[in-house]
């Protein structure tokens, strides 16, 4: 019966969305050629737009409002939910866990997969096609099965047992003590734990996006560098670096954003409670486990201003990239 709900679900969405577009554009071959000009884009974009605002707009304008409404969203509290924002204790540590997170993911993601992008373009296409799969590998797996990944590689048992997490049965092998790695929150080591998951999740997109580019650089430009006497690591970052900077920082960004959504790892691994918590995961706390609808709705304000800025540094790197084609 799932099957048959699921085949049945396919069907009647898309030959639903079909149906509608035909019989738009069918109203609309019916009208005067004035008319016809000014309706038929928004015969295709209109239910779009109609989607975006329903299930985006809408619902960011109403978060807003709920911000400034009590737990339940019964009484207005004006800005006490902000005020909670910026004094909590909780909510500063977890906010300089994301600032880490902010720092070191796309840092350490871009420059791995630059690094990659690089040297898997000395090799033969043969091997340059295995070295990249191996790496874009991680891209394939969802955040919460990389979490049950490393999980294992995390592993703790207490001292005399088997260890059966990688990292551990290394560690114990010289003679180490074995290590409860996810709850050490000395130098915030957990953080870094988690941060490990997520730079190894992302450097295969990295990787993809910025070996495109560099194969796009002209090679008159290198080679005329290489007449000019430049070594190849000057060649690297005078000449290949320049010509690829936009998509670094588009693919910089577009991590970052995608940094500040995560939730996933940090919920998997333990839900933050030994200080490694998020802003996204801090959400999902109040809202599901605390029962506070006002705080939560403070969260997403929040992540939504932050996240903005970004996407506006995205779009202004794009319309670059398509300016100078």
């Known amino acids: ?189 957990n953080t870094f734990a988690l941060i490990v998951i997520m730079i190894w999740l992302q450097a295969g997109f990295a990787m993809v996006l910025l070996s495109a580019a560099i194969k796009g650089v002209p090679e008159e430009t290198i080679e005329a560098a290489r007449i000019d006497g430049a070594t190849e690591v000057q060649i690297f970052w005078r000449v290949t670096v320049p010509q690829i900077r936009s998509t670094i920082v588009v693919v910089g960004t577009t991590i970052l954003i995608l940094v500040l959504k995560v939730f996933d790892i940090v919920y998997v691994m333990g839900r933050g409670r030994f200080g490694n918590d998020v802003i996204a995961n801090r959400f999902i706390t109040e809202l599901f486990i605390n029962f506070q609808n006002g705080r939560a709705a403070v969260i997403v304000v929040f992540l939504i201003a932050v996240t903005i800025p970004f996407m506006v540094i995205n779009i202004r790197r794009f319309r670059e990239q398509e300016a100078s084609r």
């Not at 069907?11 to 004035?34: H, I, K, Q, S, T």
């Not at 993601?109 to 070295?131: F, I, M, R, Y």
Request: hydrophobic letters at 55%; aromatic letters at 14%.
């Open 1 to 189: 019966m799932k099957l048959v709900t699921a085949v049945v679900a396919i069907v009647v969405g898309v030959g639903g969305v079909m149906a509608v577009f035909w019989l738009l554009n069918a109203a609309v071959d019916r009208m005067p050629e004035g008319w016809r000009a000014r309706l038929r884009p928004w015969v295709f974009i209109g239910p779009a737009v109609l989607v975006v605002t329903l299930f985006l707009l809408y619902p960011a304008i109403d978060t807003l409002r709920l911000s400034f409404f009590s737990s339940r969203s019964e009484s207005f509290v004006g800005v006490e939910n902000y005020q909670w924002l910026v004094t909590d204790p909780g909510i500063r540590r977890t906010l300089i866990n994301n600032i880490l997170w902010l720092v070191f993911v796309p840092t350490v993601a871009v420059a791995v997969g630059l690094a990659v992008a690089v040297l898997a373009d000395k090799l033969t296409a043969k091997w340059e096609k295995a070295s990249k799969s191996v790496i874009f590998l991680p891209m394939a797996i969802s955040f919460v099965g990389a979490s049950t990944i490393w999980g294992f590689i995390y592993a703790w048992r207490a001292e005399g047992q088997p260890q059966i997490g990688l990292l551990n049965a290394i560690w114990t092998g010289f003679g180490g003590s074995p290590v409860a790695w996810l709850n050490q929150e000395a130098f915030r080591l």
